[in-house]
């Protein structure tokens, strides 16, 4: 385990209480409302606030006991943050502010600068070196601090909404990007997308304590709580798209209403599809046959799992789904206008 | 910054009262000094500051004004620190006790120093008895002593704004990178202080060369030890000595005004604000 974490910490009357693990070289993201403790959970893993009871190991280091009165400061910690506010150096330049954390950790100056250019390239901003923090757009100093922080080539990398103000297609790259970070990562996000491509474990948090751990595809087919369902409310499929065609990974073809080419993400929300028994004439550009895996009454509908070919969940009415018969097991028809899908680049 | 259009570019006629009172407000503040400057003794005015009680005047009010900034900045910086950074009971009190030197007559300052740090004073008592150390009146360290005690508050204050408007998750951002105490000081804190910290010792500076009151009552007047100009020039005033009063007092006029245009941005303007304040503002 690269992290182990049992926190319970307060910042100005605010009290969390987490625990999680998290296994070397994984990605763990955080989601939860606003108010609901993510940023004091980061902030405890970075050593900025002082644990109430609890202990924190991290990369094999043990940097927080509240017991034994053990609280290493940030600097001695094998982290690197990004903050949500950027919060670059003004008066450096920008290679300078990405070079900071490699000086600190004892490289020369001239090493550090070369692995600062290094960074910079690889989020896009090599142009950009010698700018000053105020002169960049948002989006590029977001961009700046993710690369400050992941320069410092960390045992855990902490990243509070790191993609927040980038655009479609930089976000992408940065994904790309924190995909292929060796660092165990433990990132902030509001995108479940983003979620679920990045992460291996998804802790959502609410009113200061996690209420649900598991992998993404575990906490999608079993949300706990109403937020989580909320947040995940939304069918993700992977494939390669050549105009409007789309192969999905899961065997299943898609027609689309958006021409792409080369990999994919395909998102449509669980309203978008409708069942039927028999083979449907319809407008609709996708239809295919699936086999009922689950169904999950809610409040004023009822969730229903669809298995192969193409998983996905699919919100009925409680009457359609009485009229329809469907049960665990019941082979149906599914229904998709192509007007519903987003596909954007994987 | 969401400035209406029409407050962005005034009205090109300004009222013209409010002109008028100002230009009545700059006569006040410069008439004198057009007074001192009609009467100053031009073509005389080198060999009156070549002579050598002025020019020692001269040198022990560098020596001291540079003196009484450094002890400012030595034990002011701190403080600044503490009184920006601590919160605890009674920080309202100490403020007004650091303050309390810039609203007082220099004269009173002096007086207290006397009973403070004199032969029979507070601690100028316990100073001689258990140190040998004799009174620092009518030294030289006494003259820094009451200059920095007029001058360090005015460094205190415009540190304490520096840090104040300094933010101290850039502090955090840094340790957080791997920085130690050390380094966030040396890196982060210090060099974006550095423009307060310039401005607050040059200020301090400034008032130190000016200082008066609390000198001649706690240092007493020793040519070469405590009479800086400001003192001289009273001295030749009081003697009967006018053009050379005059001369001198040029002399202090031009320096101040050179601190004075040298600072004028960093103490009118304030400093602009972070740049990166605002994290979503627009993506690239």
Not at chain 2, 120 to 149: E, P, Q, Y
């Amino acid at each position: 385990m690269s992290i182990q974490a049992e926190i319970q910490a307060a910042t100005g009357g605010f009290a969390i209480q987490a625990e999680f693990d998290a296994p070397q070289g994984s990605c763990t993201a955080i989601v939860g409302p606003n108010g609901a403790g993510k940023t004091t959970l980061i902030h405890a893993l970075a050593g900025l606030i002082p644990l109430q009871k609890g202990r924190i190991v991290l990369a094999g280091q043990l940097v927080d006991d509240a017991t034994q009165g053990v609280h290493v400061p940030s600097n001695r910690r094998p982290i690197a943050l990004h903050s949500q506010h950027n919060l670059l150096f003004p008066h450096l330049s920008v290679v300078d502010n990405v070079a900071f954390g490699p000086q600190c950790s004892g490289l020369s100056t001239r090493l550090a600068r070369q692995r600062a250019e290094e960074w910079l390239h690889k989020v896009g901003l090599a142009d950009m070196a010698e700018l000053r923090p105020a002169q960049l757009s948002g989006g590029q100093a977001q961009r700046v601090g993710l690369a400050r922080a992941a320069a410092c080539q960390p045992d855990v990398l902490l990243l509070d909404e790191s993609l927040a103000s980038l655009d479609a297609e930089t976000r992408t790259d940065v994904r790309h990007l924190l995909a292929d970070i060796p660092a165990t990562r433990v990132l902030i996000t509001h995108d479940p997308v983003e979620a679920r491509v990045l992460a291996d474990q998804l802790l959502v948090m609410e009113r200061g304590e996690i209420v649900q751990t598991g992998t993404p595809e575990e906490v999608t087919a079993d949300p706990r709580t109403p937020w989580t369902a909320g947040l995940l409310d939304i069918n993700l499929l992977t494939g390669q798209a050549i105009g409007t065609h789309v192969a999905l990974d899961c065997g299943l073809a898609l027609t689309t209403a958006t021409p792409m080419t080369g990999p994919v993400l395909v998102t449509f929300s669980p309203a978008a599809v409708t069942l039927s028994t028999a083979e449907p004439h319809t407008s609709a550009r996708n239809t295919w046959q699936a086999e009922v895996a689950r169904i999950q009454p809610e409040s004023d509908r009822v969730r229903v799992l669809l298995g192969a070919p193409a998983p996905c969940h699919v919100w009925v009415t409680p009457q359609a789904a009485n009229e329809l018969g469907l049960s665990a097991g019941t082979r149906c028809w599914a229904a998709l206008k192509a007007t519903e899908l987003t596909v954007r680049e994987a | 910054m969401t400035d209406r259009p029409a407050s962005k570019e005034p009205n090109r006629r300004p009222p013209i009262a409010i002109l008028m009172m100002a230009v009545i407000a700059v006569t006040v503040l410069a008439l004198p000094l057009v007074g001192l400057l009609q009467r100053t003794p031009w073509s005389s005015l080198g060999t009156t500051l070549g002579e050598a009680a002025t020019l020692e005047a001269l040198r022990v009010s560098v020596v001291v004004s540079l003196l009484a900034a450094a002890l400012s900045v030595a034990l002011g910086l701190p403080l600044a620190w503490v009184l920006a950074r601590l919160s605890f009971r009674g920080r309202a009190l100490v403020r007004a006790v650091v303050l309390l030197p810039m609203v007082l007559p220099p004269v009173v300052g002096g007086i207290a120093l006397f009973f403070a740090l004199g032969r029979r004073g507070l601690v100028g008592r316990a100073l001689h008895n258990w140190f040998g150390l004799d009174t620092l009146i009518g030294t030289t360290a006494g003259a820094v002593i009451a200059a920095a005690f007029v001058s360090m508050p005015f460094f205190v204050i415009t540190a304490e704004a520096g840090l104040r408007q300094l933010d101290p998750r850039l502090e955090s951002a840094a340790s957080t990178l791997g920085a130690g105490r050390w380094t966030v000081l040396r890196r982060i804190t210090l060099p974006l202080l550095a423009p307060s910290l310039a401005a607050g010792a040059t200020l301090s500076w400034a008032r130190a060369l000016g200082e008066f009151g609390a000198t001649i009552t706690f240092a007493g007047n020793h040519p070469g030890r405590t009479r800086t100009l400001p003192l001289a020039i009273a001295q030749a005033n009081e003697a009967g000595q006018p053009e050379a009063a005059i001369a001198m007092s040029v002399l202090l006029i031009g320096v101040s005004l050179l601190i004075l245009i040298g600072l004028r941005h960093r103490w009118i303007a304030p400093r602009t604000s972070q740049p990166d304040d605002s994290p979503k503002s627009s993506p690239s």
